[in-house]
């Protein structure tokens, strides 16, 4: 672990919303190039961006379309900057190509969703969780991701960190899936001295650089199968691909290639999930039912979870920070105790539907959905919970 | 940096092999990807000597340079350059070189892809980064089609031509790429056949050395899709309409300079234009209202800056 940058943090206490703490983490992470496309309820964070990157030494462009964003962002990692790119559901789906791209190259980077009211242009000024989904599958072909839910502006700061922080452990774009009540909620933000922020560091070959093959792992790095990067510029005259490729960053086009080079891409991430939870738990030891929940539904599961206890249930809570990927260990041993658990999400039922094919009927997973545009009334939440415990 | 040196064997009594004689173009190029993908008689071959040609002639040192294509049989090109070379998806390489040289500013970028990889699903970005005036130089490779997935009309297609989704002749008005490029702001601008390998090289060269955002197109003919469908004769016979019929124009205006389905069609210079990139612009603009307390991005100055 390094420290951050000192330039990019603003240490101090403020009152700032979620959108703009998301940018303040970012910049506190070392981000020093953003490409970006206008779109609520995101816009706040390229903003706060643009207006504080020229005394960083950090650049933002403006792109024609998301799809021009994404690619751009990739670029700009591999010349060598840390760089994240902000949107809301009609962009996500733009970038989702070049999402690939990002996984097949192992470019770390993040993308930040504020998510709104969807399909399609749906609900631009209101809050959304239905593209979870879509951050967990949304481009073509086998992967894995990791995506952190924040639930307020103080967590928007911290998990920007912990996002761009896993994205240079995993080699990996990661996603911070904001809302956009949290992305236009404003609270206090705490800021810490840039002493206090860990950094993980770009993994950099240290080798010849006419030696260098892009993607030869040798050994890794703390236990996960990544290879060391070098940028453009720095003389090892590269290739890298988004076609099937071997060590060299060739493209292969062989059955055998493809598995080999899948089985590193999709185990990096599924070997370590037990290394990537991030949950906060509150009495879940001896609990009839547990409630799990990401995001701003974790602030409206409170006030259920509260109005369950005073009813005298035994009611647990599981907030995720992390929901890609899933807290599977966690949840299993949970649901060997518990008589339910229930799911809290603004949507139909997505991250819910993994629970239930995780846990396999060994307990009742209910879902305490809803369609959006404003946040759950928590009493539907709490006849679920009522429903868990029967 | 100096061409390679060819020594002579040492047992001189033998006969020379070519084998035995180390590749020209070895320095510039991924020997251990040699054969390439490409068929027989394709224009292809000689861009990529045309390119390494132009880079030695503008004396840009290998390592400085990095090679983005997108998807197609052009697309390929960046995974035989021996330079920081990236293959990307279709249509997005300017956005990933955007990206990667405002990341890197010390880096010359080159944009090496098809005509329907940039002007058809790339096309927004083309006229975005020409509009920006961003430090990029693009070699659109124009076989007049989609080449590598079998043959279909492209925008760049000129009517009637037979391509695999137009059986009965494409009748779409193609672009006029030289036009739209210096519509949209390019300040270098110029178009040969893949014959022409010496003017090519040296237009890539100006291109390269010109600060901003320039164009190189080539007509390159997909000998195996776009000649055979149209009954054109083998490689050779088309190349040999492409010598006959392209008429050396430099300075014409490029409204003027649409091709027609096999008829004649104008090559040459046709923009070399002064306006400030991208890159100037910013740090002006922030110099002018920060002063002292703007920072630029690290890697500093752009390359094309003194
Ligand atoms: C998003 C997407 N759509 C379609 C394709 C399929 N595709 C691959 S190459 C190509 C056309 C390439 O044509 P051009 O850019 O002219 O290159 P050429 O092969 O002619 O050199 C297409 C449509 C793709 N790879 N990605
Ligand atoms: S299909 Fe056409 S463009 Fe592609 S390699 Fe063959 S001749 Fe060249
Ligand atoms: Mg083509």
Redesign the interface.
């Known amino acids: 672990m390094a420290k951050a940058d000192p330039q990019g943090v603003l240490t101090g206490a403020h009152y700032i919303d979620g959108d703009e703490a998301c940018a303040e983490g970012a910049m506190a992470a070392g981000c020093r190039f953003i490409a970006g496309y206008p779109i609520t309820p995101s816009t706040e964070v390229a903003e706060r961006m643009a207006g504080r990157f020229p005394t960083m030494g950090g650049t933002f462009i403006q792109m024609e379309d998301e799809l021009a964003s994404m690619a751009a962002i990739i670029g700009a990692c591999w010349g060598g900057t840390k760089s994240m790119t902000v949107t809301s559901g009609p962009g996500f789906s733009l970038m989702m190509e070049n999402v690939g791209l990002a996984v097949m190259m192992e470019t770390p980077l993040v993308v930040v969703n504020v998510q709104r009211g969807g399909p399609s242009t749906g609900l631009p000024t209101m809050p959304g969780q239905a593209d979870m989904m879509q951050a967990k599958w949304g481009s073509h072909g086998d992967y894995e991701i990791i995506a952190v839910a924040p639930n307020s502006p103080q967590e928007a700061f911290d998990l920007t960190i912990e996002a761009f922080n896993l994205s240079e452990r995993f080699r990996s774009p990661v996603f911070v899936m904001l809302d956009e009540c949290v992305g236009h909620m404003t609270e206090k933000v705490v800021i810490p001295p840039a002493d206090r922020i860990e950094v993980v560091p770009r993994f950099m070959y240290e080798g010849p650089p006419e030696k260098y093959l892009p993607y030869q792992v040798d050994g890794g790095r703390d236990g996960v199968p990544i290879s060391p990067m070098l940028h453009a510029g720095m003389g090892a005259r590269f290739h890298t691909t988004g076609l099937t490729h071997d060590h060299r960053g060739y493209p292969v086009m062989t059955p055998e290639c493809h598995e080999q080079l899948l089985s590193r891409l999709v185990g990096k991430i599924r070997d370590h999930k037990d290394e990537i939870v991030h949950v906060v738990e509150t009495d879940v030891e001896g609990a009839d039912v547990v409630v799990l929940s990401y995001g701003i539904s974790t602030r409206v599961a409170y006030g259920a979870v509260a109005d369950a206890k005073r009813k005298g249930l035994k009611v647990g809570h599981v907030e995720m920070k992390i929901v890609w990927p899933l807290p599977e260990t966690r949840i299993l041993e949970i649901a060997a105790k518990v008589k339910g658990l229930v799911m809290v999400e603004m949507n139909l039922g997505q991250v819910v539907r993994e629970v239930q094919r995780l846990v396999s009927g060994r307990c009742k997973v209910l879902l305490a959905g809803h369609y959006g545009g404003t946040v759950h009334d928590p009493k539907k939440v709490l006849s679920k919970i009522e429903e868990a415990a029967r | 940096m100096s061409d390679t040196v060819t020594k002579a064997p040492e047992r001189l009594a033998e006969p020379i092999r070519a084998e035995d004689l180390p590749h020209p173009m070895e320095k510039w190029l ?1 020997m ?2 040699i054969p390439h993908i490409w068929c027989p008689t394709c224009g292809l071959g000689t861009v990529v000597t045309a390119l390494v040609e132009g880079i030695k002639e503008a004396q840009i040192e ?3 340079l ?1 090679v ?1 294509s997108g998807i197609g049989c052009t697309g390929r090109v ?2 035989y350059m ?8 279709h ?2 390489a ?11 500013p ?2 010359k970028v080159v944009v090496v892809s098809g005509d329907g990889d940039i002007f058809g699903i790339g096309g ?2 083309f006229i ?1 980064a020409a509009r920006r005036n961003m430090d990029l130089t693009v070699i659109c490779v124009n076989n007049f089609i989609y080449a590598m997935t079998g043959g279909q009309v492209a925008p760049t297609t000129p009517g009637p031509a037979n391509t695999s989704t137009t059986p009965f002749g494409a009748f779409e008005p193609p672009f006029n790429l030289p036009y739209l490029a210096e519509s949209c702001g390019a300040v270098y601008v110029a178009r040969w056949t893949s014959l022409d390998v010496r003017r090519m090289s040296h237009s890539i060269a100006k291109a390269l050395l010109k600060p901003g955002f320039s164009l190189v197109e080539i007509i390159a003919p997909c000998s195996t899709l776009y000649a055979r469908r149209n009954r054109l004769g083998s490689g050779l016979d088309l190349l040999k309409f492409y010598q006959q019929n392209a008429i050396i124009q430099n300075g014409a205006k490029t409204a003027d300079v649409g091709i027609d389905f096999q008829r004649p069609f104008i090559v040459g210079e046709f923009v070399d234009a002064e306006r400030p990139t991208w890159e100037e612009l910013m740090r002006k603009q ?1 110099k002018s209202v ?1 002063g002292e ?7 500093g100055e752009c390359s094309s800056c003194e």
Request: no cysteine; glycine share 8%; aromatic share 8%.
């Open positions: 991924r251990d990807r290998p390592d400085r990095a983005v960046a995974g021996k330079f920081d070379s990236f293959h990307t998806t249509g997005r300017l956005p990933f070189a955007t990206g990667l040289r405002l990341s890197n010390k880096m927004n970005h975005h922030m920060l307390k703007f920072i630029p991005h690290e890697g």
